[in-house]
Structures are given as structure tokens and as C-alpha cells.
């Protein structure tokens, strides 16, 4: 579990070092991540995740910037895949069915989101394998995992919404799951942001 997550880790690191767009200063750093998340709902989160990234002299492309943001979200999605199995099991040893069976089918639905997330990043990395071949199938099929993966983890939040839970487990679970939702949303409009300016940036125009 750990190396995996190193290895994310290495490699966000590695597609940072790739074709970097070049920046002045750390405030110009922070205003050109400042505009890329534009377009994200959770924009203060979006500069969070993607600041440390950004040097005083160099920044990711766009394109970078939606695999950093993606493979981020696989990560946290992982750990709280993890926490909500121990808590499943907490609930498994107490006997207490009701939140057993509830927190049960979150984990279900965060496991299902984890591989809709894990085919999206390797899929990106197929996408810049392959350049522009095939763009539009790795394209919707990067589109339509994370959207799943958005169902998924809020199928889990439904799950443990209301009285299905209680006590702080369901606050825990709640804040963990919302950041991979987040996380996921603001992945895919960054995603979405890249792919429509590569589209438009080789438009021929016709006679």
C-alpha cells in the first residue's frame, strides 16, 4: 500500500519535470496555478494540491497539471479506502450490524471509485504515450471513469448520511470521502480545461 503510493507520488514528480512551462517568481508561480484552477469548483483546493508543484522558475503545462491533480485524488482515495476498511471492521468486532452493514457499502462504493480512478490515471499516461492517437477515445474514456468515480463516492456518502451512523466514524468518513469527491471533481475540470485547448490549439483551418 505504501510503496504504491510512493510510486504515485514519483511519478507526479516525474511528469512535473516534463516540458515545464516557464515562471519568474513564486507569486507568478502562484497566479499562474491561481488561473489553471479557474475552471475547478473547489478552486482553493485545486491550489493547494497543485502549488507545491510550481517553482520559482518553472511551473506544470496544463496537461501535467490534470495527471498531478488525478493521481492525487488515486492517492487520497486509497487512504480512505483503507481508514473506511478499518472502521467496517471496528463495527464488524462490536456487532453492531446496523453501521456495520452501512459503512460496508461505502467501502463497496469507494473500492469501485478507487478502480474507476486508477484506469483514469493509467489511461492518461496512455494519452501522452500515444499523443494524438486516438485522443478522443483515451479522452472520454478518462471522462467517464471519473464521473463514476464521482457517483461512487457519493453513493458512499448516501450511505452513511442521515442516522445510518453516528458518532465521530461518520464524521471521519464524511470529511475523508467529500476530499476524494472534490479532489475527483476538480481532476476531471482540469482534465476537461487541457483537452479543449489541445483540441482548439490544432484546429485546421479549412479554406
Not at 512551462?21 to 507569486?27: A, D, K, L, P, Q
Not at 475547478?40 to 501535467?64: D, E, G
Not at 442516522?163 to 476524494?180: C, H, P, Q
Amino acid at each position: 500500500m505504501a510503496h504504491n503510493i510512493l510510486s504515485l507520488l514519483i511519478l507526479s514528480l516525474a511528469i512535473f519535470t516534463l516540458n515545464p512551462t516557464i515562471v519568474e517568481s513564486r507569486s507568478r508561480a502562484r497566479v499562474y496555478v491561481e488561473y489553471q484552477c479557474r475552471s475547478t469548483i473547489y478552486t482553493q483546493l485545486c491550489i493547494r494540491t497543485l502549488l507545491p508543484f510550481a517553482t520559482k522558475t518553472t511551473a506544470p503545462s496544463p496537461a501535467q497539471l490534470a495527471r498531478i491533480s488525478l493521481t492525487t485524488c488515486l492517492v487520497k482515495a486509497r487512504l480512505t479506502k483503507s481508514y473506511v476498511d478499518t472502521i467496517a471492521k471496528e463495527f464488524n468486532k462490536t456487532k453492531n450490524a446496523r453501521y456495520h452493514e452501512a459503512v460496508t457499502e461505502c467501502l463497496r462504493q469507494i473500492d469501485d471509485g478507487v478502480s474507476q480512478i486508477t484506469q483514469s490515471v493509467k489511461e492518461q499516461q496512455r494519452m501522452v504515450h500515444d499523443g494524438e492517437k486516438d485522443f478522443s477515445w483515451h479522452e472520454s474514456n478518462v471522462q467517464s471513469w471519473v464521473s463514476t468515480a464521482l457517483t461512487d463516492v457519493t453513493a458512499c456518502l448516501d450511505m452513511i448520511s442521515d442516522r445510518a451512523i453516528g458518532g465521530k466514524e461518520k464524521g471521519m468518513i464524511k470529511t475523508r470521502v467529500l476530499n476524494v469527491k472534490h479532489l475527483a471533481s476538480n481532476a476531471l475540470a482540469l482534465f476537461n480545461r487541457f483537452t479543449t485547448r489541445h483540441r482548439g490549439s490544432r484546429v485546421i483551418k479549412t479554406p
